[in-house]
């Protein structure tokens, strides 16, 4: 048989210096120790990690020592769930103090009556720890006081941060310069509505009154012969294709070469119809707008 010690503490901030002092004398003779550190004691003993191992490595008839009930139980439902596991097991549970002559898994009717009101004092004790808590925060409240961890940015750095993003810079640049997480970061933008998207961005366009694009423009040109068999030769791609699928036509007593120009090419000759009539010796160049 074998002492095992079980250590619980509810918060982070707290120690196991007040259980590790009365159990001193089991821990100088080595024994075992398990522990919950900040670990609530709402949530049930045979749900806590370090006391399920205690009871995996316990053989029968070994005992559980605990420095005080509340270390392990807090809660009528906590023992009426705990005892039946420490009888089935052959485990023992004593808790130093004025029960250290009590066996608290002990099957008798007698102990079972003296846990169960231990268990339910222990309880309300709890609660009411509880409602005191409640009400000092209220009262805190109701002075303007504030409750919880300093703030990690002052009202004048939260501001630079919301300006600085505003100006593009981002969000872990932003946490380097100050030296906080970027999760302070984001939360001090989103407590000033800075990371919302502007109204007119929430409202997808409505296809029906988008302004469609104007088409491409066409241009119509008119060239005498003898310039489309020059532009055949120096011309580019553009002006090559417009050639090949235009059309010859017969002016007087010379030939000439018709075709639409639209795209890049109409970009190029800057809009409108550009017309090139041969008349004898002479040409002649007019532009009107390009039909619709």
């Known amino acids: 048989m074998a002492d095992r010690i079980y250590l619980r503490h509810s918060t982070d901030k707290q120690t196991d210096a007040r259980q590790r002092h009365a159990l001193a004398a089991l821990l100088t003779d080595g024994a075992p ?16 990690a370090g006391f399920t191992k205690l009871l995996h490595e316990a053989a029968v008839g070994d005992t559980i020592r605990i420095a005080d009930a509340a270390r392990l139980f807090r809660s009528v439902a906590d023992i009426l769930a705990l005892r039946p596991v420490l009888i089935r097991r052959g485990l023992h549970l004593r808790v130093p103090g004025l029960l250290s002559g009590i066996d608290l898994a002990s099957d008798d009717p007698g102990t079972k009556m003296m846990v169960s009101v231990l268990a339910a004092v222990l309880e309300f004790q709890r609660d009411m720890i509880s409602e005191n808590t409640r009400e000092g925060v209220a009262a805190a409240e109701a002075v303007g006081k504030t409750l919880g961890r300093p703030a990690a ?6 501001a630079k941060v919301v300006e600085a ?12 310069r100050h030296r906080v997480d970027p999760k302070t970061i984001r939360r001090t933008l989103d407590a000033a509505g800075a990371r919302e998207l502007p109204e007119h961005l929430d409202v997808l366009p409505d296809p029906a009154t988008e302004q469609q694009p104007a088409p491409d423009p066409e241009i119509t040109l008119d060239l005498p012969g003898l310039l489309a068999d020059h532009l055949r030769t120096a011309g580019d791609e553009t002006v090559l294709g417009t050639i090949a699928t235009g059309r010859t036509i017969r002016r007087g007593q010379g030939l ?6 639209g795209g890049e090419g109409g970009a190029l000759l800057e809009g409108g119809a550009v017309e090139f009539e041969r008349r004898g010796s002479r040409a002649s160049v007019s532009t009107s707008p390009a039909p619709p």
């Open 153 to 158: 940015l002052s009202e004048d750095q939260a």
């Open 256 to 261: 000439g070469r018709s075709g639409r120009v």
């Open 33 to 48: 120790v398990y522990g919950d550190p900040a670990t609530s004691s709402r949530q049930l003993s045979l749900d806590r």
């Open 165 to 176: 993003f505003g100006e593009g810079v981002a969000v872990k640049a932003l946490a380097r």
